[in-house]
């Protein structure tokens, strides 16, 4: 049982807009900051949001991050074929002193 | 290039021990912390161990504490997790992957991640 929660899929048609919820607690989410990680089929994660809503050279804008309280959000517009991978969360937890993750999210596009 | 790769992963019976090793290169190694993370297929990622550039600060998830000992050779580019009184449950891909800061703690983001070696725990 992953300590932050993330819907276990998620799915959208070319274009359009979906978001990625990931829910944790005042230990983790709600006193730190939140990173996503995407992991394309057969590869390593790769790092896609940090510090909550920065973006790395090179991601692109249709990506974007949230955070309020102990959930947070990723956010992909102008949906695209390539972006289907799993998706997930994490942060530190000050409880636990050290990283967390979400159990991801599998995103599929139609 | 900045690249991760590990090696060292394979088939081991329960009890036994291995060492995972993960080669740096493209970056200067001892300027940043690096952990290693394992993915159970089918399932999420859990970090396992972190360590700092000199390392002065280590840390271990619960799961694995007192049985993995993570370590690093600054000298030659590498980090190393050795795994004693391993357990089915420890069947996962292991990643190792590099912190944007010197030290491992709070606010660490894993910039560059290895390609995974796999580790399957079975009689």
């Known amino acids: 049982q992953s300590v932050l929660t993330q819907p276990p899929s998620a799915s959208g048609t070319p274009g359009q807009r979906v978001t990625i919820s990931c829910s944790g607690s005042?230990?983790?989410?709600?006193?730190?900051?939140l990173d996503w990680y995407q992991r394309l089929p057969g590869t390593a994660p790769k790092l896609l949001i940090y510090?909550?809503?920065q973006r790395p050279s090179g991601v692109p804008d249709r990506f974007s991050g949230s955070k309020s309280g102990t959930s947070a959000s990723l956010a992909i517009s102008g949906l695209r074929s390539e972006d289907e991978a799993d998706y997930y969360c994490?942060?530190?937890?000050?409880?636990?002193?050290?990283?967390?993750f979400g159990g991801g999210t599998k995103l599929t596009v139609l | 290039e900045v690249q991760l790769v590990e090696s060292g992963g394979g088939l081991i019976l329960p009890g036994r021990s291995l060492r995972l090793s993960c080669a740096a290169s493209?970056?200067?190694?001892?300027?940043?912390?690096m952990v290693w993370v394992r993915q159970v297929p089918g399932k999420g990622l859990e970090w396992v161990a972190g360590?700092?550039?000199?390392?002065?600060?280590?840390?271990?998830s619960d799961s694995v504490k007192g049985r993995f000992t993570i370590s690093r050779d600054n000298a030659n580019n590498s980090l190393y997790l050795q795994m004693s009184g391993l357990r089915t449950e420890d069947t996962a891909i292991y990643y190792c992957?590099?912190?944007?800061?010197?030290?491992f703690g709070r606010g660490n983001v894993f910039d560059v991640w290895g390609q995974g070696t796999m580790v399957t725990v079975s009689s």
């Open positions: 994490a942060t530190w937890d000050d409880s636990l002193s050290g990283p967390v």
């Open positions: 005042s230990s983790n989410i709600g006193s730190n900051y």
């Open positions: 510090r909550s809503n």
């Open positions: 493209g970056f200067t190694f001892d300027d940043y912390a």
């Open positions: 360590i700092g550039w000199n390392s002065g600060i280590i840390g271990y």
């Open positions: 992957a590099k912190a944007d800061e010197y030290t």
